[in-house]
């Protein structure tokens, strides 16, 4: 397998001026890859193939879509164009977050959404984590679980009615979040810049390679066939079928299912551009005493605060801090990827020791401009059969895992329930890749709203 990597995808000048790919943070370079499980023996889909749906694409979204299929009895078929977990669902830094990002409560969603799916999405997100350990239990997947809980610090004391009223409105669905005080939020992040925190203690952490390469396996031993090495090069309706060619293979299917996120290539050129890419870093420190554990989220949650430039991180099984996210220019990142997300962690956990980049990479997201999940018709009919399905939005571990299982009752027929997320039409963003510029230029500004909020709130 090589990096420079999503082999096919070529990142647009945007996004090059955005963060260049770079060979030395490639997906083997990463922690998850260096300690996940092997994941299921596969091979390249070879000569001609038939099927009832299928897949193209092996995240979370793919494998759990393809292993509820599959344990519904429903044909299915993966075509991944590297190996499980290539794209996002392998570098990500393996927060279970039952929410979407900041701003989309409850409330929000039934106005962008409407109130029946605003309804059903926020049940589906919200029950998200209970589901993907719930999985994870089920199928025996090795991947260094822990639903310990997702807290949300606040940085500002201004914020505290935000905590209170978005506690209220998840509260109102049922779901088990708490708002904690200053110092329960002091004490469960081990840093004094934050005034509260919110906590839902279904979220966690694990092992984010390991969990999808252990979605693969659990489809693979449900039914669902899996061809990794098969890059899909074009996809045809021909007939009352889809022609899924790949450079060695061809997948005759009844139905087509896109799951490619930021990476498509090109398939599906108006559904792709309603998302624009982003390039997040990562980082894992060498080992810590682990006597640091008792100062820094004691309780092992997964943190990521609400600054606008968030601050995010977690423990590792071997005592490591696992941190990351955006830099603001392609100049120089491969170095400072390894140095600035730990430094910054280090401001605010003054009792860490130096920390040294042990491990260093970057994946890509993609997003769309409302943060919203996408599912939309390929071809010009209902009829057509075909759909891309993109909701990754920087949040997507559980909302993929639960969109998945919710898209294969929805095509198995086994489910009188509503789509959370409607059927739609592509609507393409012009110029996808300048968002994708924009975020990175943005970022210094974001900067110094973060330190000017911080500075007051001391
Ligand atoms: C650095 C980083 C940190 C993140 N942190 C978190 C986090 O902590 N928690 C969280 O919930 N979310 C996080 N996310 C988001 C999360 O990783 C994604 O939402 C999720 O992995 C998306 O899954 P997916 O299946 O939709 O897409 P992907 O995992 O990106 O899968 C798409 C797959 O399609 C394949 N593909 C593309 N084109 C083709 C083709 N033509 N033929 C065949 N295959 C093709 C790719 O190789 C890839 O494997 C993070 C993302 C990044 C990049």
């Not at 993907?132 to 999985?135: G, H, P």
């Not at 309603?274 to 060498?286: E, K, R």
């Given at each position: 397998m090589t990096e420079i990597a999503h082999e096919g995808y070529r990142p647009t000048l945007f996004e090059r001026l955005a963060a260049a790919p770079h060979p030395s943070l490639s997906?083997?370079?990463?922690?998850?890859?260096?300690?996940?499980?092997?994941?299921?023996?596969?091979?390249?889909?070879?000569?001609?193939?038939?099927?009832?749906?299928?897949?193209?694409?092996g995240g979370y979204l793919g494998f759990s879509t393809a292993l509820h299929l599959a344990e519904a009895g429903v044909e299915a078929t993966v075509l991944e164009a590297d190996e499980p977990g290539f794209g996002a669902s392998g570098r990500n830094t393996g927060f279970v977050v039952p929410n979407f990002l900041t701003g989309l409560d409850p409330t929000v969603m039934a106005r962008a959404m409407g109130e029946e799916h605003g309804r059903l999405l926020c049940d589906m997100i919200g029950q998200g984590g209970e589901l993907?350990?719930?999985?994870i239990r089920r199928h025996g997947?090795?991947?260094?679980?822990?639903?310990?809980?997702?807290?949300?610090?606040?940085?500002?004391?201004?914020?505290?009615?935000?905590?209170?009223?978005?506690?209220?409105?998840?509260?109102?669905?049922?779901?088990?979040?708490?708002?904690?005080?200053r110092d329960e939020a002091v004490y469960e992040t081990g840093s004094d810049v934050y005034h509260g925190a919110f906590l839902d203690p279904?979220?966690?952490?694990?092992?984010?390679?390991?969990?999808?390469?252990?979605?693969?396996?659990a489809a693979v031993k449900a039914g669902a066939t899996v061809h990794t090495g098969s890059r899909v090069r074009s996809v045809e309706r021909q007939g009352d079928r889809w022609r899924v060619a790949t450079d060695r293979g061809v997948l005759i299917a009844r139905r087509l299912l896109l799951t490619t996120n930021a990476t498509g290539?090109?398939?599906?050129?108006?559904?792709?551009?309603?998302?624009?890419?982003?390039?997040?870093?990562?980082?894992?420190?060498?080992?810590?005493?682990?006597?640091?554990?008792?100062?820094?989220?004691?309780?092992?949650?997964?943190?990521a605060d609400t600054r606008k430039e968030l601050v995010a991180y977690r423990w590792t099984w071997d005592n490591r801090i696992v941190t990351g996210?955006?830099?603001?220019s392609p100049f120089g990142s491969a170095e400072r990827a390894r140095t600035y997300h730990l430094d910054r962690l280090r401001e605010m956990l003054p009792q860490l020791p130096p920390l040294a980049p042990a491990y260093a990479w970057q994946g890509r997201l993609a997003a769309a401009r409302d943060f919203l999940p996408r599912l939309m018709t390929?071809?010009?009919?209902?009829?057509?059969?075909?759909?891309?399905?993109?909701?990754?939005?920087?949040?997507?571990?559980?909302?993929?895992?639960?969109?998945g299982r919710r898209i294969a009752l929805w095509l198995s027929g086994g489910s009188n329930e509503k789509l959370p997320v409607p059927i739609t039409r592509p609507d393409p963003v012009a110029v996808p890749s300048l968002a994708s510029v924009a975020f990175s230029v943005?970022?210094?500004?974001?900067?110094?709203?973060d330190r000017a909020e911080l500075g007051r709130a001391k």
């Open positions: 997906f083997q370079a990463s922690f998850w890859h260096a300690t996940a499980p092997e994941g299921p023996q596969t091979a390249p889909l070879e000569g001609e193939a038939e099927t009832d749906v299928a897949i193209v694409g993907v350990f719930e999985l997947i090795d991947c260094e679980a822990r639903q310990s809980g997702w807290l949300q610090p606040v940085h500002t004391p201004e914020k505290l009615a935000w905590l209170e009223d978005r506690v209220a409105q998840w509260r109102a669905l049922g779901r088990p979040v708490q708002a904690l005080s279904t979220g966690g952490h694990l092992n984010p390679l390991a969990y999808c390469r252990g979605l693969a396996a290539g090109g398939l599906a050129p108006k559904a792709e551009a309603t998302q624009f890419p982003i390039t997040l870093f990562q980082v894992a420190s060498q080992p810590l005493d682990p006597a640091l554990r008792d100062s820094v989220l004691p309780n092992d949650r997964a943190a996210g955006l830099l603001a390929l071809g010009d009919r209902e009829s057509d059969q075909g759909w891309s399905a993109i909701a990754c939005n920087g949040r997507g571990m559980a909302m993929t895992t639960a969109l943005w970022l210094p500004w974001n900067r110094r709203i």
